[in-house]
């Protein structure tokens, strides 16, 4: 397992197989964000990948958010917008793929983490993915992850999550408001079920799920734009003498 993580693209039986790691709980550092994103697009305009399924490597943690260590080291508003840029380039090539994007969520998600789960056309779970928007109590905000969290489970839940930053929510929590369309007791009963709907989508009409996809994300169009200045919002934020001394309390207990 590289240090600096790693991203890889796979594509068989029409499948298109977008898989992460990082050693610090799948958090996503600004190269890793960007590679996913290149990646989710690669495989977007691949001819023999009828679906994309995004995953993550490990059992605890779908994927922790943002890299902690890159936060702390942002030191100007370019580096800032540069770095939250990188979740709504994810969400965006998830969003404007022509293709359904299954996630497959194994374990924890926690702020972009849980932005990646909602930003997914159809999210299956273990009752082991708790999921919690952890931003405030960094002294930042869910900024560029929120339409797409919204969007899915709704104002009300969103709000939620976003006040109670610091609480953990169950994977039935998630089932119920729509985060999940699915939840399963084990990693094996996960897999079986990613196996089994990739399988059925890529086999089906391309052309469908293409006009399908399209329809499901109207009103969405102006994303490109609104998740840029969302990023812009988080990235002076994090230049912030009460959010670097948040986050320098946040390392030192666990996430």
């Given at each position: 397992?590289?240090?600096?993580g790693?991203?890889?693209?796979?594509?068989?039986?029409?499948?298109?197989n977008?898989?992460?790691?990082?050693?610090?709980?799948?958090?996503?550092?600004?190269?890793?964000?960007?590679?996913?994103?290149?990646?989710?697009?690669?495989?977007?305009?691949?001819?023999?990948?009828?679906?994309?399924?995004?995953?993550?490597?490990?059992?605890?943690?779908?994927?922790?958010?943002?890299?902690?260590?890159?936060?702390v080291a942002?030191?100007?508003m370019?580096?800032?917008?540069?770095?939250f840029?990188?979740?709504?380039?994810?969400i965006?090539?998830?969003?404007?793929?022509?293709?359904?994007v299954?996630?497959?969520?194994?374990?924890?998600a926690?702020g972009?983490?849980?932005g990646?789960?909602?930003?997914?056309d159809?999210?299956?779970?273990?009752?082991?993915?708790?999921v919690?928007?952890s931003?405030?109590?960094?002294?930042?905000?869910p900024?560029v992850?929120g339409?797409a969290v919204?969007?899915?489970?709704?104002?009300?839940?969103?709000?939620?999550?976003?006040?109670?930053?610091?609480?953990?929510?169950?994977?039935?929590?998630?089932l119920?408001?729509?985060i999940?369309?699915?939840?399963?007791?084990?990693i094996?009963?996960?897999?079986?079920?990613v196996?089994?709907?990739?399988?059925?989508?890529?086999?089906?009409?391309p052309?469908?799920?293409?006009?399908?996809?399209?329809?499901?994300?109207?009103?969405?169009?102006?994303?490109?734009q609104?998740?840029?200045?969302?990023?812009?919002?988080?990235?002076?934020?994090?230049?912030?003498d009460?959010?670097?001394?948040?986050?320098?309390?946040?390392?030192?207990g666990s996430?």
């Open positions: 397992m590289s240090s600096a790693s991203v890889s693209l796979k594509v068989e039986n029409g499948i298109a977008v898989t992460f790691q990082h050693p610090q709980s799948n958090s996503l550092p600004g190269a890793l964000l960007e590679t996913i994103a290149k990646s989710i697009d690669k495989a977007a305009q691949m001819d023999d990948a009828k679906v994309i399924v995004l995953a993550s490597e490990g059992e605890k943690t779908f994927c922790a958010g943002a890299s902690f260590d890159e936060l942002i030191q100007n370019d580096e800032g917008r540069k770095f840029s990188g979740f709504a380039k994810v965006n090539a998830m969003r404007k793929a022509p293709k359904f299954i996630a497959r969520v194994q374990g924890k926690v972009g983490g849980v990646l789960a909602c930003a997914a159809y999210t299956l779970a273990t009752t082991q993915a708790a919690k928007l931003e405030l109590a960094v002294g930042i905000g900024f992850v339409p919204e969007r899915k489970a709704g104002t009300s839940a969103f709000t939620h999550l976003t006040i109670n930053a610091s609480k953990w929510e169950s994977a039935e929590w998630a119920s408001k729509g999940y369309n699915s939840i399963y007791i084990s094996e009963e996960l897999d079986k079920a196996d089994e709907l990739s399988k059925t989508l890529a086999a089906s009409n052309q469908a799920m293409m006009m399908l996809k399209k329809i499901m994300w109207e009103g969405t169009e102006n994303w490109d609104l998740l840029l200045e969302r990023a812009e919002m988080s990235g002076t934020l994090v230049l912030s009460f959010t670097r001394n948040a986050i320098a309390k946040f390392k030192q996430r």
